[in-house]
């Protein structure tokens, strides 16, 4: 507990996360909500990652395609 008050990044990450007083309603479907939105900035981030990979012209779709099944990491 002493490292949270002595470091200074520590000391506001806790007093926004864990200081912080929270509404009396919250309930399970706040967590799922904040899973889906978790899910959600995940699913954007990997889909650009892809598409900077993909070319979507007629004749180079399917290289571009083979390229990030083969070549690009978890593609």
Known sequence: MKLLKRNSFLS???SYLI???Q???ISYMWNFGSL???CLVI???T???LA???TPTIDLAFISVEH???DVNYG
């Open 68 to 70: 990030i099944m083969r």
């Open 12 to 14: 506001i990450v806790n």
């Open 23 to 25: 509404p009396s309603n």
């Open 52 to 54: 900077m990979h993909y």
């Open 43 to 45: 699913q954007i981030a």
């Open 19 to 21: 200081d912080s007083p």
């Open 36 to 38: 889906l939105g978790f």
């Open 47 to 49: 889909g650009v990652t």
